[in-house]
């Protein structure tokens, strides 16, 4: 029954790749009914949820990814994506736990000071603008650098950033990671 459930995870993540989301989705299913163990489907759907910003799902299926597969640090990286986006604290920081991500005491966000940290921005007239930020958690960077005006984003927004960078930049002669920005995840005040 594992060669099945690999043979349709296979094929889901060759849908994937030809552009049909739907078809993956169904292949990705049928590989975890037939093997509700099998970590690597379980999470390839929750990155597929992840992307279609379907929260509840990804946070579904990356927990039962972790279920199967404790060391899967992908899926409990995404866990902790879904988990902040949904503003599931307890299932946040277990996540950011799991990569021994050092996090102040309580039960609620886990806001902190991680540093500054560039994010590049999606739907603006200039695609790929790099904002900086303060990282407040491993998921939330607080804009602290004005987008463009025709940007959706706003100085003192909340955005949520994904796990995976893409490219970076030299500071100071330093190599910075630059992440995308997912979604915006609280809007700022009016500013006066």
């Given at each position: 029954?594992q060669?099945?459930?690999?043979s349709?995870?296979?094929?889901?993540?060759?849908?994937?790749l030809a552009?049909?989301?739907?078809?993956?989705?169904r292949?990705?299913?049928?590989a975890?009914?037939?093997?509700?163990?099998f970590?690597?489907?379980?999470?390839?759907?929750?990155?597929?949820?992840k992307?279609?910003?379907?929260?509840?799902d990804?946070l579904?299926c990356?927990?039962?990814?972790v279920?199967?597969d404790p060391?899967n640090r992908?899926a409990?990286?995404?866990l902790?994506?879904?988990?902040?986006?949904?503003?599931r604290?307890p299932?946040?920081?277990?996540?950011w736990?799991?990569?021994?991500?050092p996090?102040?005491?309580?039960?609620?966000?886990p806001d902190?000071?991680?540093?500054s940290?560039?994010?590049?921005?999606?739907?603006?007239?200039?695609?790929g603008t790099?904002v900086?930020g303060?990282q407040?958690?491993?998921?939330r960077?607080r804009?602290?650098?004005?987008?463009p005006?025709?940007?959706?984003?706003h100085?003192?927004?909340i955005?949520?950033?994904?796990?995976?960078p893409?490219?970076q930049?030299?500071?100071?002669?330093?190599?910075?990671?630059i992440f995308?920005v997912?979604?915006?995840?609280?809007?700022s005040?009016?500013i006066?």
């Amino acid at each position: 029954m594992q060669f099945l459930a690999h043979s349709f995870n296979e094929q889901g993540n060759a849908a994937f790749l030809a552009g049909d989301p739907a078809q993956a989705e169904r292949l990705w299913r049928q590989a975890v009914t037939i093997d509700p163990s099998f970590s690597g489907a379980w999470f390839n759907l929750g990155l597929l949820h992840k992307q279609s910003r379907r929260w509840t799902d990804c946070l579904l299926c990356n927990r039962e990814a972790v279920r199967a597969d404790p060391k899967n640090r992908g899926a409990w990286w995404n866990l902790g994506i879904a988990a902040t986006a949904l503003r599931r604290w307890p299932d946040a920081r277990r996540a950011w736990a799991a990569h021994q991500i050092p996090l102040p005491k309580g039960s609620g966000a886990p806001d902190s000071d991680f540093g500054s940290a560039p994010v590049r921005l999606p739907a603006t007239s200039k695609p790929g603008t790099i904002v900086w930020g303060r990282q407040l958690d491993p998921a939330r960077v607080r804009l602290e650098e004005a987008p463009p005006e025709d940007s959706p984003f706003h100085l003192g927004d909340i955005v949520l950033r994904d796990g995976a960078p893409e490219g970076q930049i030299t500071v100071e002669g330093q190599s910075v990671p630059i992440f995308p920005v997912i979604e915006l995840w609280q809007a700022s005040g009016p500013i006066p």
